[in-house]
């Protein structure tokens, strides 16, 4: 195992989803097959920028070092929180003790850096195909190098993940550790999901005016300051992507808080109230906070409106963003949906969001990419969402389309955000009107 990085800085078919009653459930296009996508590596990029004393290091081949190098834009005199730890040919082979060089390599990476007060091992689908045990080898470093640094891991494979699976893992790795909460104490609020710090900090504002003090945030900005939790724990999930964090959560007696996801004048709206009922704030209290942002974000957005309204849009699934974003773009800006894509559908999550869709959009879970491509080619919709590896194919074809990806690390949540939330979708049209003058 190297530590240069270091130096270097199917078939598819309709289904009713399982566990739905007949009333709630509607038809989903259960896709199989070949996928494109990133893997769960991927959201390191904006976990090590918002936990600021926590380190990454991936146990991964030369590959997941140059897809982490490139999409951070990391030179290489960079100090980076984030660093791969190279299998060679030998640790695949079975040649050297891979735990050993997995120690050689932490040791070292400390000593340099006596910053780091959380280090998280993270999985790669090189480590887990040789079965390397990295939730051992934290433990193991944690004996040695607790209290200073706390040792975690999770997995960031992309064998059978999409790409912004890597921060629920990364979360649902931290819940066990977070503090137990004195079971008489008052009911307490957690934001689940990182968000960008602007955004993060106008969401304590709004709650903080709507008089609910005591709230945490999951991901915290220095990765030690974990919030508690218990029984009297409730929790909001600003992002949609984040099962596994969410059933690790309710395993420690917490309660989600069902919303809608804060996209949006409505989403955020919606979002901001269901946890201000839930803390019995009055409905008068609610909308003398939330008017003004609520009216400040409609302005924006019915700028952007008559630039939007009756445009077909189609979503291939990628990020997991796709519902609560399809919400907020028929509801709020006039689009029309043709098909709604996402990796995976979590029904109870999106239950409020899936309840604005009408009978007439395609939803669709999982994917088969030439299936997909070929309901593009016949729908043709006005914008396409989809991954990188097929937007320029499709605009090759005369397609336009907006990247899925950007939509992840754009600060999009939120009241001030909306109407610039609406511009990653207009100017995808505006380029596509220019160019046919």
Known sequence: ???????????????????????????????????????????????????????????????????LQSAAGVMIF???????????????????????????????????RPDIKTLFLVGSCPSEVI???LAKAAQRLGAQYMPRVRILNYTGSGIETTFTQGEDTCLAAMVPVMPASDPQAAKQLLIVGSLPDIVEDQFLRLFAELGIANVGVLPPRNSRDLPSIGANTRYLLAQPFLAETA??????????????????????????????????????????????GRDRAGKALGKLRSELAGKRISFLPDSQLEV???????????????????????????????????????????QHVERQLDRVRADRPDITVCGLGLANPLENEGFTTKWAIELVF????????????????????RRRDRLEV
């Open 1 to 67: 195992m190297s530590d240069a990085a270091l130096l270097d800085g199917c078939n598819a078919d309709y289904a009713a989803p399982a566990g739905s009653t007949q009333r709630d459930s509607r038809p989903v296009l259960r896709e199989r097959g070949q996928r494109e996508v990133f893997c769960g590596l991927t959201g390191i990029i904006w976990l090590h920028r918002k936990m600021q004393d926590a380190f990454f290091l991936v146990v991964g081949s030369r590959t997941c070092a140059h897809l």
């Open 78 to 112: 960079a100090e980076p929180r984030f660093a791969t730890a190279i299998m060679e040919e030998r640790d695949l082979a079975g040649m050297a003790d891979a735990q050993d060089e997995l120690d050689r390599v932490v040791t070292r990476l400390l000593e340099r």
């Open 131 to 133: 079965k390397l045990d």
């Open 247 to 292: 059933m690790a959560l309710e395993d420690r007696g917490a309660r989600r808080i069902e919303a809608m996801f804060p996209f949006g004048a409505e989403g955020t709206a919606d979002w901001l109230a269901a946890a201000a009922r839930e803390f019995g704030v009055s409905d008068a209290q609610i909308e003398r906070v939330l008017a003004p």
């Open 324 to 366: 609560p974003l399809a919400r907020f773009l028929q509801n709020e800006l006039g689009m029309e949906l043709v098909e709604v894509g996402t990796p995976y559908l979590h029904r109870a999550h999106l239950a409020r969001e899936l309840a604005h869709f009408g009978d007439a959009v395609r939803l669709s879970e999982g």
């Open 410 to 429: 754009s600060p999009i949540h939120g009241f001030d955000q909306a109407a610039d939330l609406a511009e990653l979708f207009a100017r995808p049209l």
